[in-house]
């Protein structure tokens, strides 16, 4: 099937007009229609090789929701017309540990991403949402809750089950003191995710501009990072601590806030970081941890969740001829907080 997108085929190129294949429907796929699709700072470190020579021509895009076109004859989850989401990942192994506990994000053969990927089963190289449509089997679709706005939903399925895994992982519950370390696309969704669960929420920046933003998104305190008596009041009182600072920072300031034995997750980050001091963990069994996305069933879980707590992104709205210009805004933090391309734009022009 012939489809139209948007590519970038350098990394000095913008992003232009684009004409990819979509394979014929196999047994357990799902044709999907799409209607939104968001925009990840991944898309732009894929897309200009930051990460390493992607497969050029890159169709970016893995924040999907879109409408069921059609199902394979062995489909049972999925009916046309039925809001669908499609997340970073298309295929794993399905047989590994990680994939049996439901963690296909770190399948042991590597997850399939929903675009740059060379290893699909399928043959080719996989491109993601900035398209009209997408073919994808249907243990990687999810459902997506019909009483929230749906282009605000697209975040969802990056920055949002990026933040809410960790706080699930890790426990996080009612009266815990949170804090979310940055302000921006995952940052948001860190503090409105921990508020929804109970937890005290502190949001943790050097901006108080920024900080007076995450009080109207349900944060309860503002912890400036750059005043070092800020910082020693807050010294051993924290349960958690989200760290979405998308660059190599000094994480050190920060693990003197956590208590006894309690974590600082890093989920932005994906580049070195400087030396961590040793002691900081050491003197109070303090952990430094990472993580990834969530797999389809946490995926889920996290959907269902919005739903029940009317829960969305704050976007801003954007046409895929606008790409390059989005993107550069998104460089300059100029968004708040994730652009979501209505492609509306691409199908009509």
């Given at each position: 099937?012939?489809?139209k997108a948007y590519a970038a085929f350098s990394e000095a190129e913008d992003l232009k007009p684009h004409q990819i294949q979509r394979r014929d429907l196999q047994d357990k796929d799902v044709f999907i229609d799409i209607e939104y699709c968001g925009v990840c700072h991944s898309d732009i470190h894929t897309a200009r090789a930051e990460w390493g020579q992607p497969h050029y021509p890159v169709v970016p895009g893995h924040e999907i929701i879109g409408r069921v076109l059609e199902v394979g004859p062995k489909v049972t989850k999925y009916k046309v017309g039925d809001l669908v989401g499609v997340g970073c990942m298309v295929?794993?192994?399905?047989?590994?540990?990680?994939?049996?506990?439901?963690?296909e994000q770190y399948c042991e053969s590597g997850m399939i991403g929903t675009y740059n990927s060379s290893k699909s089963k399928y043959g080719g190289i996989t491109y993601g949402g900035y398209s009209e449509n997408i073919?994808?089997?249907e243990d990687f679709v999810l459902s997506i809750p019909t009483n929230i706005d749906v282009k605000a939903a697209a975040p969802l399925l990056c920055a949002g089950i990026t933040t809410w895994s960790p706080l699930r992982h890790w426990n996080v519950k009612k009266g815990d003191k949170v804090?979310?370390?940055?302000?921006?696309?995952?940052?948001?969704?860190?503090?409105?995710?921990?508020?929804?669960?109970g937890a005290h929420v502190v949001m943790i920046?050097?901006?108080?501009?920024?900080?007076?933003d995450a009080k109207k998104l349900g944060a309860d305190e503002v912890l400036i990072s750059k005043d070092a008596e800020q910082l020693k009041a807050h010294t051993n009182s924290f349960d958690f601590l989200l760290n979405t600072i998308p660059v190599g920072h000094d994480v050190n300031p920060y693990?003197?806030?956590l208590k006894l034995d309690k974590t600082m997750c890093?989920?932005?980050a994906v580049e070195p970081l400087p030396a961590?001091?040793?002691?900081?963990?050491i003197g109070k069994r303090r952990n430094l941890a990472g993580s990834l996305i969530g797999g389809i069933q946490e995926t889920q879980e996290m959907l269902d969740f919005c739903g029940e707590h009317g829960i969305v992104s704050d976007v801003e709205v954007i046409n895929i001829q606008d790409i390059n210009t989005a993107y550069e805004r998104m460089i300059k933090s100029d968004v708040k907080y994730r652009f979501v391309i209505d492609m509306k734009s691409l199908k009509n022009s």
């Amino acid at each position: 099937m012939s489809t139209k997108a948007y590519a970038a085929f350098s990394e000095a190129e913008d992003l232009k007009p684009h004409q990819i294949q979509r394979r014929d429907l196999q047994d357990k796929d799902v044709f999907i229609d799409i209607e939104y699709c968001g925009v990840c700072h991944s898309d732009i470190h894929t897309a200009r090789a930051e990460w390493g020579q992607p497969h050029y021509p890159v169709v970016p895009g893995h924040e999907i929701i879109g409408r069921v076109l059609e199902v394979g004859p062995k489909v049972t989850k999925y009916k046309v017309g039925d809001l669908v989401g499609v997340g970073c990942m298309v295929e794993s192994c399905k047989h590994c540990h990680p994939c049996d506990e439901g963690l296909e994000q770190y399948c042991e053969s590597g997850m399939i991403g929903t675009y740059n990927s060379s290893k699909s089963k399928y043959g080719g190289i996989t491109y993601g949402g900035y398209s009209e449509n997408i073919v994808v089997e249907e243990d990687f679709v999810l459902s997506i809750p019909t009483n929230i706005d749906v282009k605000a939903a697209a975040p969802l399925l990056c920055a949002g089950i990026t933040t809410w895994s960790p706080l699930r992982h890790w426990n996080v519950k009612k009266g815990d003191k949170v804090g979310v370390i940055g302000l921006g696309g995952l940052g948001h969704m860190g503090v409105k995710f921990a508020k929804a669960i109970g937890a005290h929420v502190v949001m943790i920046t050097t901006s108080p501009e920024k900080g007076e933003d995450a009080k109207k998104l349900g944060a309860d305190e503002v912890l400036i990072s750059k005043d070092a008596e800020q910082l020693k009041a807050h010294t051993n009182s924290f349960d958690f601590l989200l760290n979405t600072i998308p660059v190599g920072h000094d994480v050190n300031p920060y693990l003197n806030l956590l208590k006894l034995d309690k974590t600082m997750c890093i989920v932005g980050a994906v580049e070195p970081l400087p030396a961590v001091h040793g002691g900081l963990l050491i003197g109070k069994r303090r952990n430094l941890a990472g993580s990834l996305i969530g797999g389809i069933q946490e995926t889920q879980e996290m959907l269902d969740f919005c739903g029940e707590h009317g829960i969305v992104s704050d976007v801003e709205v954007i046409n895929i001829q606008d790409i390059n210009t989005a993107y550069e805004r998104m460089i300059k933090s100029d968004v708040k907080y994730r652009f979501v391309i209505d492609m509306k734009s691409l199908k009509n022009s």
